[in-house]
């Protein structure tokens, strides 16, 4: 898996967190165009698809997780300190394990504030 | 001396076009939001500079990288993101009660350019045709369907509440409820041509009762003007091609309704005081009064016939 046990970071494990959040915003806005388009109107109550955003949301929160505890591992735990430039492979693995930790981190946010309107929208105005 | 820029400052934030001077539910929230924002933002912005000034000047040791490090992660990643939360959720909070239905008055109104086309449909009643002036009754919420046919317009009342756009080929809703009464502006919020800027109208919120009275005044013909040079001049020339003027043989809809002009504070969709000779102005001089407007200037007729016009249109009250 992409996120969990491979030995060396690149840059697919280091995409894989954004791409986690790209997945997860198309599939709250399609699903979200879909019942509201198919609703009839904007009276449309929007309770099921909110534990549908719930039930996309927690997984995709999860797999950021995962994806950190890799990328923190590649990064060597943090033993040794930024910037990581030195032209050698340990320093090209601490390297991209923190932009990838980094970016966990920004997508962990995203997909927050992406379901975050779920909490407070309740039909399709 | 140094109070005088600042008071010409202040005057902005009062007045009848003012966000900071709400006068409807909407724009009450809107500027709860923008002074907690604008406090919250002060803050920050002491702290910041503050820090700044103790760590160039008063701190004597240098910042260990540790310290330094912890200073970015909490104050450039942590507390934004939080504050950023915290943001986001009373706004997200705030769209469901702004969009709730309206009453059962509905007003549709349409952005032409360079004027505002004014339907008010009431419950149960036929609609009543209007221009370039709101009344609105107060403490009830009203639905506007905002359309349009030629470009892209935008409505804007500040004191009530947020703009919404009129785009070709939809139908945009907007619930204003104003909570008290007053006159307010309204202006076309999207750059739509050469007279963009001429292009506002005037609200009037008023009591209820108040208000069904007017509109009930506004449903009817016009009252003054039967047998009127003014009137047989506007007729012979044309206008009633494109005005209304109900109880007239002027029923053209190209242009504004005229049937209560009189009534309007305004000439000219909100942008000349509503006078005798700012009506013969409008008529002669439209072309440099209003640039780019559909209406010709008729500064050929004589001036007695624009003179009797524009008296004319002064008693279509």
Known sequence: MLIHNRRHANLWTLLAPPAIWAVHFLLCYVAAAIACAKGGGPWVDLTSLRWVILGITLPALGLILVAGRQARRHWGFGTDDPPHDQATDEDRQHFLGYATLLLCALSFVSVIFVAMPAITIADCR | ?317
């Open chain 2, 1 to 317: 001396m140094r109070a005088v820029p600042l008071a010409g400052l202040l005057a902005g934030c009062g007045g009848v076009q003012s966000a900071l001077d709400p006068a409807g539910f909407e724009a009450e929230q809107v500027a709860r939001l923008f002074w907690a924002m604008l406090v919250a933002s002060g803050v920050i912005w002491v702290l910041v500079l503050g820090l700044a000034h103790y760590a160039s000047g008063r701190r004597e040791k240098p910042w260990s990288q540790r310290d330094a490090g912890r200073l970015i992660v909490w104050g450039g990643a942590v507390v934004p993101t939080l504050l950023l939360a915290v943001l986001l959720f009373f706004g997200l909070r705030l769209m469901p009660e702004l969009r709730a239905p309206g009453g059962p008055l509905r007003v549709h109104v349409e952005g032409e350019q360079f004027w505002w086309r004014v339907r008010y449909h009431p419950p149960g009643g036929a609609p009543v045709e209007s221009a370039n002036a709101l009344v609105l009754p107060v403490g009830q919420r009203v639905e506007f369907s905002l359309s349009t046919r030629d470009v892209i317009h935008s409505f804007w009342v500040p004191a009530l509440g947020g703009k919404m756009d009129m785009i070709p080929g939809r139908t945009n809703r907007l619930v204003l409820e104003p909570t008290r009464t007053g006159e307010f502006r309204g202006a076309c919020a999207e750059l739509c041509g050469a007279s963009h800027a001429l292009m506002a109208f005037t609200v009037r919120v008023v009591e209820p009762a108040e208000f069904e009275a007017w509109l009930a005044r506004e449903a009817a013909p016009a009252a003054a003007g039967t047998g009127h040079a003014g009137e047989a001049a506007f007729l012979a020339h044309g206008c009633g091609a494109c005005h209304s003027v109900r109880g007239t043989a002027a029923r053209g809809a190209i242009g504004p309704d005229l049937t209560h002009l009189a009534s309007r504070p305004t000439l000219g969709a909100g942008i000349l005081e509503n006078s005798a000779a700012n009506r013969a102005a409008f008529i002669a001089r439209v072309d440099e009064i209003k640039p780019a407007a559909r209406m010709p200037a008729y500064g050929t007729l004589l001036d007695t016939e624009i003179a009797a016009i524009a008296a004319w249109l002064g008693m279509l009250r």
